[in-house]
């Protein structure tokens, strides 16, 4: 991003968030009433609450906001915080992750599956902060590398404010740019995000919109993969940019558009509550209510004495909850190769209409409606569990290229689907906490689809301190995506009939302290994936290459999947040694590839310079032993499983970074080296097949907080 620009977009934002002081309305220092029951206030900076909620109901759920200076290096990399994600090299790429718990997609939560491999850039509902502030806020986040030719620059910006106590809203400005260090690799992607929230003891209500663009430049890998792992066999040795790549003048772009409200209204009564923070009785509470004026008032003697001037507390209990949600998405994806006729050859395998260029495109348009009642948890003894019944509408449309006598025309798929469901929820209680909610889908034609999901929490204590165990997983039956059963292109075509999918996982994890264990099976039957095809040819100098197309496969029978994860932290004074280890298994390694073992390890010193300058200074690895990673395909922006004929295995080479990482008051910024052991010629650097990983690079971060 030119310097300039980056000047324009901190002024504007210091202006904003300095002239909404003086237009919003002073806001009382306590929160307690805003956050009622729902969101805990502790380790917030500056009077910043934040929350985010979930996607069906608008169920507050606490966070903290992302101001934490531990691994903020780490936002900058496409593999994730604690590096468990595949990707193509370059920054926003896209990415999939190795262990397989992360990887959950289902048709109930939307069915525009291309979405999926930018999760690094896209945010759903879940990932959207909502945020309550003493005082105007605004952040901006600044990551970048390389130079104007080959570098990487992500910057994000933040603004919230409120408008009085109860009303607070906001907006943020999120822009990649990643050159790409290889040959037709760049990124390019924008979010802009307006947000609003209303919390108060009767009405609570959730809105955002929410635009993104992406467009992601396609090479199809390196030629030949030697370039990188001998090129002592190649009379010249090639640097990055000169590496010859399968595909250029090739593009995926995608256009993420959703508009989000959720809104709820609670049907309660007002009771008393003395200066103890008992419960006045039902028959002096009925009194007070009616001579309750301001903070006290006057009631009788239970023995006729004179009236007594006792100060009593009113408190809202709510009884019923009654919520709607609303969602309307709008996506589109277009594929794009203007690459010359040789080359586009030499890539593709099918052509299903003539042309030298492709120019795919399709177009995902879903209208959701839900409703639900809930009768609040805790009304009596006998009702310690919250029951929420809802009923949802859902409106989809696909449009596809089609082929009609040789041209070509836009073809529409419509869906309309009903829902029915109900969840029963227990959120207080510091002991024991669960959920457990269960759903049915149809079209009136098709029967069958199910889901249901749950989560049981166990806190006790144990040895000073206390163990947490959660129990959680889902049974779903669904009809796989439309895009497994449709698809239109130049490059890949299909229609197919599928059966339906059906998943079973149940996870158990156990925390204390540093340690955290997680355990996890899953079993699937009719597991629907995307198969890599790969066709050899000889080129006219006699080197052999392989042309491509994809295509979906469903296995028969039944796929299972086992994974153990340990994070376990140490510290002994200044030092830290942070660890992720996982070991997985599957009984089908070509249609669901896994490691059999991944790590992340981080080793730093934590200290402070002159009291005041918080001070990390580390070194961190990812390494993960061989197997048939998944491919990817630029046709579909999908990661598939390689051809079985010409498999190749990755892994067994280690990734190791080190940084400075300084924490100043509001500041925070840090200093990184990627890929420190990188050496030209020595193993493998890829995490997706013939993708090579960029090499070292020097990258620079720095986050500012203005509070007004």
Same mark, same amino acid.
């Given at each position: 991003? +030119? ?113 999926? +491999? ?167 509470? %009925? ?188 049974? %779903? ?12 292109? %130049? ?176 500041? %925070? ?40």
């Amino acid at each position: 991003m +030119p310097l300039k620009l980056l000047h324009i977009v901190i002024f504007l934002l210091s202006f904003l968030s300095i002239s909404a002081q003086n237009v919003i309305q002073e806001i009382d220092e306590s929160r307690a009433e805003f956050l009622s029951d729902s969101v805990v206030t502790e380790n917030v900076p500056e009077g910043i609450y934040a929350w985010n909620i979930d996607r069906r109901f608008g169920v507050v759920k606490q966070v903290p906001f992302d101001t934490v200076p531990h691994l903020f290096p780490r936002e900058a990399l496409t593999d994730g915080k604690t590096s468990r994600y595949n990707f193509t090299g370059n920054l926003g790429a896209p990415r999939v992750s190795r262990i397989f718990i992360d990887e959950a997609p289902t048709s109930f939560n939307g069915q525009f599956i291309f979405k999926s +491999p930018f999760s690094y850039f896209l945010k759903d509902t879940e990932d959207i902060l909502f945020t309550n502030t003493k005082s105007p806020f605004t952040n901006i986040t600044y990551h970048e590398c390389g130079n104007k030719q080959h570098g990487e620059d992500h910057i994000t910006a933040n603004f919230a404010v409120n408008a009085g106590k109860k009303t607070g809203f906001g907006f943020r400005l999120d822009y990649l740019y990643g050159r790409g260090y290889y040959d037709a690799q760049a990124t390019s992607m924008f979010n802009g995000m307006v947000f609003g929230s209303h919390i108060s003891e009767r009405y609570k209500l959730h809105i955002y919109y929410s635009a993104n663009h992406l467009k992601i430049a396609e090479n199809g890998g390196i030629e030949n993969d030697a370039y990188e792992t001998t090129p002592e066999s190649f009379p010249t040795s090639y640097s990055e940019a000169d590496m010859p790549t399968s595909l250029n003048k090739t593009w995926n772009k995608l256009n993420v558009n959703t508009f989000y409200l959720t809104h709820s209204y609670n049907i309660g009564y007002t009771r008393f509550l003395d200066k103890k923070g008992n419960v006045v009785r039902l028959e002096s509470n %009925r009194l007070a209510s009616k001579f309750y004026q301001a903070d006290s008032l006057a009631t009788n003697g239970t023995n006729g004495a004179d009236s007594l001037s006792v100060t009593l507390t009113p408190q809202f209990v709510p009884v019923t909850q009654l919520t709607h949600t609303f969602r309307v998405d709008h996506h589109n994806r277009r594929f794009l190769s203007n690459a010359s006729k040789t080359i586009g050859e030499n890539y593709f395998q099918e052509y299903f209409w003539t042309g030298d260029s492709a120019n795919d495109y399709t177009k995902y348009l879903r209208v959701e409606n839900t409703l639900a009642i809930e009768l609040r948890e805790g009304l009596n003894k006998w009702m310690k569990a919250g029951i929420r019944l809802f009923a949802k509408h859902e409106f989809q449309r696909f449009t596809l290229p089609d082929l009609q006598e040789g041209r070509l025309y836009d073809k529409r798929y419509t869906e309309n689907y009903i829902y029915l469901g109900a969840q029963i929820i227990k959120t207080t209680g510091r002991t024991f906490r669960y959920n457990l909610l269960g759903e049915l889908r149809t079209t009136g034609k098709r029967w069958g689809e199910f889901n249901i999901e749950g989560q049981a929490t166990l806190q006790v204590p144990f040895l000073k301190d206390s163990l947490r165990l959660s129990l959680q997983g889902y049974v %779903r039956n669904e009809r796989p995506s439309f895009y497994y059963h449709h698809y239109h292109a %130049r490059n890949a075509w299909w229609d197919t009939d599928l059966d339906n999918q059906f998943r079973a996982r149940i996870s158990f994890d156990a925390s204390w302290r540093d340690t955290h264990l997680q355990l996890f099976l899953e079993n699937i039957q009719k597991y629907t994936y995307f198969q890599e095809h790969l066709s050899p040819y000889t080129t006219d100098e006699g080197l052999q290459r392989y042309r491509a197309a994809v295509s979906v496969a469903q296995k028969k029978g039944n796929l299972q999947l086992f994974g153990a994860t340990l994070r376990q932290n140490f510290h002994w004074g200044i030092f830290h040694w942070d660890n992720e280890l996982t070991l997985q298994a599957t009984t089908d390694s070509e249609a669901f590839p896994l490691p059999l073992f991944s790590a992340w390890t981080n080793v730093y010193l934590k200290f402070r310079i002159a009291k005041v300058l918080n001070t990390e200074f580390g070194t961190d690895m990812t390494f993960f032993t061989k197997y048939y990673a998944p491919a990817y395909s630029p046709t579909i922006a999908q990661f598939a499983s390689q051809d079985t004929s010409e498999r190749i295995k990755l892994g067994a080479y280690p990734i190791i970074n080190a940084y400075l990482n300084f924490h100043l008051k509001r500041t %925070r910024f840090y200093l990184m080296l990627t890929h420190l052991n990188y050496s030209h010629g020595s193993g493998k650097p890829f995490l997706v097949p013939h993708y090579p990983l960029n090499r070292l690079i020097i990258r620079l971060g720095i986050s500012w907080n203005f509070i007004n």
